[in-house]
């Protein structure tokens, strides 16, 4: 009886390791705390350490750009430095960053800048109250049709937005920038070359154009 008990669960282990299970064997590639899976979607999963400055991409998945087309942030992703994160990922369409702790964030210099695909964004749960910096964030961004900045931003960098203009001097085809009234200071040259739908603007805010 007791012989015929283990075969018994000898087959049936041996049946369930034929069955294939979704590992990070089956991603293009793995880091810690990220990986890109094979429908090329960048998961942030913890903390991202990346070490990029202001004059070197050390992006984790720096590689791999090119082949990103979607970003999602899971249950725990957070960053400190969020330096050139997705700068050069020309084929990234589409960034659900609703789970992303940026609380920690001391900087978002040319975060998105280069991610020409990119047509909307929402970032109206990205904490800024650390960062020093974000010049350059949306810099070349030149498809991108809305995008919402946190209520808590009182200052975007300079250069911001410069050429992510859609097609200059056609309303319809001017970019929606939701802002928040708060957003009193703002540096200059931020709106350089971007054509803005200014209804979306509060009177305040379309002054000091």
């Given at each position: 009886m007791k012989k015929k008990l283990l075969?018994?669960?000898?087959?049936?282990?041996?049946?369930?390791?034929?069955?294939?299970?979704?590992?990070?064997?089956?991603?293009?590639?793995?880091?810690t705390n990220w990986y890109l899976?094979?429908?090329?979607?960048?998961?942030?999963?913890?903390?991202?350490?990346?070490?990029?400055?202001?004059?070197?991409?050390?992006?984790p998945w720096k590689n791999y750009k090119s082949q990103i087309v979607s970003v999602v942030a899971e249950n725990g992703a957070a960053i400190i430095n969020g330096t050139r994160l997705f700068q050069g990922c020309t084929n990234l369409t589409a960034a659900n960053l609703s789970k992303l702790n940026t609380a920690p964030a001391i900087s978002m210099y040319m975060m998105f800048c280069g991610c020409n695909a990119l047509k909307s964004l929402d970032?109206?749960?990205?904490?800024?109250?650390?960062?020093?910096?974000?010049v350059?964030?949306?810099?070349?961004?030149?498809?991108?049709?809305?995008i919402t900045i946190p209520d808590s931003v009182t200052?975007?960098?300079?250069?911001?937005?410069?050429?992510?203009?859609?097609?200059?001097?056609?309303?319809?085809?001017?970019?929606?920038?939701?802002?928040?009234?708060?957003?009193?200071?703002?540096a200059e040259h931020i709106f350089q070359f971007l054509h803005l739908k200014s209804g979306l603007l509060c009177e305040e805010l379309r002054n000091k154009f």
């Open positions: 075969a018994l669960l000898l087959c049936l282990v041996m049946a369930l390791s034929m069955i294939p299970a979704m590992s990070y064997a089956d991603n293009i590639v793995e880091g899976d094979r429908d090329h979607c960048l998961h942030l999963t913890g903390m991202v350490t990346n070490s990029s400055t202001i004059a070197t991409d050390n992006t970032l109206s749960n990205f904490s800024t109250d650390n960062i020093a910096t974000m350059g964030m949306f810099e070349n961004c030149s498809s991108l049709e809305n200052l975007i960098g300079g250069f911001a937005f410069q050429n992510a203009e859609r097609s200059i001097g056609e309303a319809d085809e001017a970019v929606n920038v939701r802002l928040h009234p708060t957003m009193f200071r703002m």
